[in-house]
């Protein structure tokens, strides 16, 4: 969902673009001189291209001429854009919610171009390290971040990408943790689970190339995931 939070009438054309996302309440804002759908269009795609593009997938915005380019928008996000009713806020709850939660740190009538994009940053980061009843009392930034390390892992599952090391056979399956990158890979009956602290071993690696803006993690596989883990430290 997208929308647009403003300075004070008079004070600034400045404004923050933001965006929030539906299902894990992770919620983004961009500062931007003004609210021309040119300044807009940049700002959303700027901000999304940093993800995945297979995670991007619509955007929910008002009626309000700041989103004129719409069009542009699902040309080089490749998503496709949606439209509330007229008078509806309603319909895109999520980002209105956040909008007001963000007011917090940025009341109404202020001047927003006053305001450095770092201080921007550190607030967004308290917002989304909040928990949240609607998410069960979990914070948006850790269901976030495991949807992108789910993500990173079907990804490379699907792909062929990670190699299994050992026969099926076996019965254990030696982790080590001192060969590569920090992973999380665990599972319980053939469920993939994730926990930090794990590392696993040094073949079948996904190129973290592909999200490296995120510092996903090097993932091997050593077996089928039905079989038991033992982790050696």
């Avoid at 673009?17 to 940049?42: C, D, H, Q, S, W």
């Avoid at 050992?166 to 319980?188: G, T, Y």
Wanted: proline share 4%; net charge positive.
């Amino acid at each position: 969902e997208a929308d647009t939070a403003v300075s004070g009438q008079g004070k600034s054309k400045a404004c923050f673009a933001a965006l929030a996302e539906r299902k894990t309440r992770f919620y983004i804002a961009v500062k931007t001189p003004g609210r021309k759908a040119e300044a807009m269009e940049n700002a959303i795609v700027a901000a999304l291209s940093a993800f995945p593009a297979q995670l991007v997938k619509t955007i929910t915005c008002d009626r309000g001429a700041e989103f004129a380019n719409w069009l542009q928008i699902e040309e080089r996000l490749h998503c496709e854009v949606y439209f509330a009713d007229p008078y509806c806020a309603w319909q895109k709850g999520a980002i209105e919610n956040l909008n007001g939660l963000l007011r917090e740190f940025y009341p109404q009538g202020r001047n927003l171009s006053r305001f450095a994009p770092a201080t921007l940053k550190r607030n967004l980061a308290l917002l989304n390290a909040r928990p949240r009843k609607v998410l069960n009392f979990h914070s948006a930034q850790d269901l976030w971040t495991f949807e992108l390390n789910s993500f990173a892992l079907s990804l490379t599952i699907h792909s062929g990408a990670l190699g299994v090391r050992h026969s099926l056979r076996q019965p254990q399956h030696i982790i080590r943790r001192d060969v590569v990158k920090p992973a999380e890979l665990c599972n319980v009956l053939g469920m993939i689970r994730y926990f930090s602290g794990f590392v696993f071993g040094d073949s079948g690696l996904l190129a973290s190339e592909q999200f490296g803006n995120f510092g996903l993690l090097d993932i091997p596989v050593y077996s089928q995931f039905s079989q038991s883990i033992d982790i050696i430290h």
